[in-house]
Structures are given as C-alpha cells and as structure tokens.
DNA sequence: GAAAAATCGTGTCATATTTCACATAGTAGG
DNA sequence: CCTACTATGTGAAATATGACACGATTTTTC
C-alpha cells in the first residue's frame, strides 16, 4: 500500500501532477474556489480516477460533495513538486534553438528562471550580460562560477550533436543535476545524474507511424515518458 | 501470442524501433556488417533482451551466433516505420520557436522535410517562396491548399496558446492528421487525429522533481510517453 | 434533522510492459 | 564431423500502470 509518506512517486504521475497544477491555476484565475476530480481530469485530459489517485499520493485532500479546494491543493502541489519558487535554469548553446528558448517567456510562468546562457563562440557573447531583463550569455569557460553563483541544478543543451557528450561532462562538473537534452545523441551519464531527451525526429517519426492510413489507434499523447536506462 | 502479421505495435516499441534505426545508421557509416542484439542495445540506450524483442515483433531477422545483418534489418526498419522516403511536414507559427526548426537541417537527416510554414502575421511571409532551400512562408489562408499540393499528413504547431486550438481546427480540416504541438495547452481533436506534445515547462519540472536532494532515482530517459487520452 | 445528491478514497481487477531464464540454432575451428 | 562458443527467440514470471466499482462522507435541500 502506497501512502502519501513514500516519497516515491512514479514519472508518470509527477507529470500528471505537473498538468493538474497548470490546470488548476487556469481555474484559479476564472474565480473558481473548488473543484471536483471530474472538473479537473477533463481540464487536464485524464479521468477523474486517476486524478484522485494521484491526489491521494500526495496526501489527502478533497472533500466528499465539494472537492477540492483549489488554492490549498495547489499549494500542496507546488510543495511536493518543488516549485514554490523560481527554479534557476542554465542553459549551453546560443544557436537558432538556444535563441528562441532565451526569448521564451513561458518559463517564468511556469516557476523557472533562465538565468545564463553559455557558448563557446564569442560572437554568440553578449556584450550586455543580463540587463533589461534578457539573458545574458557567458564564455563556456565561466560555467562553473556562474551555475555555482546562481544555485543551479538544472541544464538545457542545444549544442550540436558532436560537442553534446563534452558539454554534458562539464555540467556535471559543474554541478547540474538534471539536463534537458535537444541534441539527437545518447548522453552518458553517471547514476545520480537524469537526462530528459527530447528529438523532434523521433516524436514525428511515431506520429507519422501512428497516423498510416491502416488505422492503428488515435490518441492524444503528453511527450513525455521514462523509458529507464540502467547505466554503468 | 504477437507476431509480426499484426499491425499492432505498441508506442514505447516504435519509439525504440526509432532509437534503432538511428543506431544502426551510425554503426553502418563505421563500416560494420552485421550487430548483435548487446551491441545494438548499448548504442540505443535500452537492454538486450528488449531488443530482441522487438525486432521479433516486426519479423525474425537475427542468426544466433552472429547477430543481425545491419543493412537489411535498417531497410526493414524504415519499411515497419514508413521512413523509406522523405515524409513531408508543414509547420504553423513563423515565429521565433518556428524559425529555429525551419533552419534545422536535422530533419531532412531523419527523414522528414518541412516542405512550407504559416502565419498570420504578414511580416512574416517570405518574399522568395522556397528559392534556394530556405523554407516558405505562406500566408495561412493558403494551408488548405498548399497542404494539399504537398499530401502532407503531419504538422508542427508552434503559435501561441491562444491560438493553438484554432490553428488545430485549420489544419485537420486541411487534412493534416499528426501534430506536433509545443504550445502549452490542451488540444481537442476529434477520433482518428493524433497529437504529441511537446511541453518544456513539464520536462523540467519533471527534472527538477527527479533532482531533488532525497534521492529518488536517477535515469536517462526519452521524452516520450503516452498518456492516452479519450476524446468524445 | 432526515433524505437525496454529489463526490471522495481505495481495494480489486485488467492490461501493458519489462525482465528473467533457458532451450535452440548457427558459427568457427580443428 | 564434432566440439565449444555465441547469440537468438520466446514462454513465463514480475512490475508497472490504468480502469472499475463501491462504500463512506459531506453538502444541499426541504
Ligand atoms: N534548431 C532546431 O530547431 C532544433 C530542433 C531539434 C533539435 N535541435 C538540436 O539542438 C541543437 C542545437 O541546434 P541549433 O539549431 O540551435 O544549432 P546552432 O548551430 O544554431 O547552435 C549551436 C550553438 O552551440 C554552440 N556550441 C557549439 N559547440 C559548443 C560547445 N562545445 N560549448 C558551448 N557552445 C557550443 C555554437 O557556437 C552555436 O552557437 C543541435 O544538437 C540540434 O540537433 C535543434
Ligand atoms: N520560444 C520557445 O523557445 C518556446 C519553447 C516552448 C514552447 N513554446 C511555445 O511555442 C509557441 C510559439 O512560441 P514562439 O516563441 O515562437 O512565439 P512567437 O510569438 O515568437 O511566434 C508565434 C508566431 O505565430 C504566429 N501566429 C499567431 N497566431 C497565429 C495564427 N492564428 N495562425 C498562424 N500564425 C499565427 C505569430 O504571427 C508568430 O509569428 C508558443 O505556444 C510557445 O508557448 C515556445
């Protein structure tokens, strides 16, 4: 029997949970107070079951012919998810990629903050680093003093393919704990150490199988999935 | 009992099946014959017995004792995965997400070409349409047809949130069957369409969960996954 | 304050996916 | 041709994940 005193919570479940906090603020912002487990799986595209097993994971909550009240559980979600403050995000590579991810501002909204940008070309540098709200990016010979500065664990790498294991190595190096991986290699990295991969290639790869006219099955999918890798 | 007379082929399969073919690329173009089902699993990240696994599940290859022959099991792949010629794309949102994949070449390495994008906003559309490699800009009002002159069956989504779902609508009824969505919203498609997303906020707090001080676990891991969703 | 309606919490079942283990088949060498 | 070695194919067990059902609890209404 699972309870909310394991600390283990399960990768698809920590998505959902991710979806429920989006789907709640949503909520939150129209004036709504609570909310049933019906409400919210249809605001975040899962049943209403799932939806309540995962709350209970985390602790109880909801009351028996109201729900859930929003602004409680969504503290709650934040606590268990981490999120209560902006997260320092660092980020290696100011190419095409890496210039669109530094303009985004999604990620503030969503609790994380891209605090620098690293490359090894110096026309890439910007002269003005961090004012006016823009992130500033450094010299790759300055990561490790400036993810120290700035506390960060997390990592992005848009670098090409070929210089994406060296750059992987001097994050860890540095000390980032989680990386956020575009480049279309497989990292390898020490235990302790997760990488999220995301390639394009691959997503529209399955799509366009999923999407054959000999009709397989149509469903709406989260581009998300652990597919646990054991590494030496 | 599965074999490979069903057209059935579940997600986490074909995602590896992809993670193959690519491996396999590479250890082609370092001039090796044939590769054992250990040999393939290390380059792709998973483990032996899932490999062959798989590969049994799209018909028998493998000779005990030697392993698979790389450059008929590769043409067997791409046959499974209907990558055998360029598939075309279009993508909608020429914005600064849009921008950084029309300049990414990898696509065409993977199999994928992104034949034109959309956009609303006039200073956007490109002046020379599809000279000299460069990717078109058209206006979206001409979606249908140039969707039509392409037969394309998958599409990129990179507008903002709000208008996510109206694009969506456009280009199912241009007969668009597989997106690709990175806006952070949740889009209704009717039965038969098929939608990933890719959402960056919910990798990282993902990462940032599974990076926490207590140790929970530590593994590589593919975006992707498959939250079936029921539409109605 | 009692009955009806709404909604939660959770045990159980069903399905999907991975791991294990081993018999089987093919290769290589003498 | 026979032996030793390697690597496959696959049933069965083990996990993980999601679906379902239903009793329990609280609100709402009268
Ligand atoms: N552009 C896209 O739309 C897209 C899509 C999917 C995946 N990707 C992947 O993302 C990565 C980046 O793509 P891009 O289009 O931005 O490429 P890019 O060439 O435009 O940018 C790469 C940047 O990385 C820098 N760089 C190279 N080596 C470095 C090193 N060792 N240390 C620090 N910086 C270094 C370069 O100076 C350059 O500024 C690639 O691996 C690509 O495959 C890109
Ligand atoms: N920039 C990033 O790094 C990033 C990262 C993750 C997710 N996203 C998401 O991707 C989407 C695009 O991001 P962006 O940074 O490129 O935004 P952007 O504002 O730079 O570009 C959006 C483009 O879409 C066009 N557009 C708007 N409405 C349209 C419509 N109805 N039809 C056709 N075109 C339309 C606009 O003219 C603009 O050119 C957003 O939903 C964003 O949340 C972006």
Redesign the interface.
């Known amino acids: 029997m699972k309870n909310h005193t394991d600390?283990?919570?399960p990768?698809?479940t920590?998505?959902?949970l991710?979806?429920y906090a989006?789907a709640l603020q949503r909520l939150l912002e129209r004036g709504a107070e609570t909310v049933s487990s019906q409400t919210l799986a249809l605001?975040?595209?899962?049943?209403a079951d799932q939806v309540r097993k995962d709350l209970t994971q985390i602790g109880h909550f909801g009351r028996p012919g109201l729900g859930y009240p929003i602004t409680s559980l969504l503290g709650h979600l934040h606590d268990?998810?981490?999120?209560t403050r902006l997260?320092p995000?660092i980020l290696v590579g100011a190419g095409?990629?890496g210039?669109?991810?530094m303009?985004?501002p999604?990620?503030n909204?969503?609790?994380?903050e891209l605090v620098a940008a690293f490359d090894c070309d110096p026309k890439q540098y910007s002269a003005h680093s961090g004012k006016n709200g823009s992130v500033p990016v450094y010299p790759i010979q300055n990561l490790s003093k400036v993810v120290a500065r700035h506390n960060a664990?997390?990592g992005i790498v848009a670098v090409p393919a070929e210089s994406a294991q060296s750059v992987v190595n001097q994050l860890i190096e540095a000390g980032i704990?989680?990386?956020?991986n575009f480049s279309?290699v497989?990292?390898q990295?020490p235990?302790?150490?997760?990488?999220?991969?995301?390639?394009?290639?691959?997503?529209?790869?399955?799509?366009?199988?999923?999407?054959?006219d000999?009709?397989?099955s149509?469903?709406?999918?989260?581009?998300?999935?652990?597919?646990?890798?054991?590494?030496r």
Request: avoid cysteine; charged fraction near 25%.
């Open positions: 600390q283990r919570i990768y698809r920590v998505y959902r991710s979806l989006r605001a975040s595209g899962v049943k268990v998810l981490g999120t997260r995000v095409r990629l210039r669109a991810l303009a985004y999604g990620f909204k969503e609790g994380f664990r997390l704990r989680g990386i956020l279309p497989l990292l990295v235990e302790g150490i997760t990488v999220n991969n995301v390639n394009l290639a691959l997503e529209l790869e399955q799509l366009h199988y999923f999407t054959e000999s009709a397989h149509a469903k709406t999918s989260h581009a998300k999935s652990r597919k646990a890798i054991k590494h």
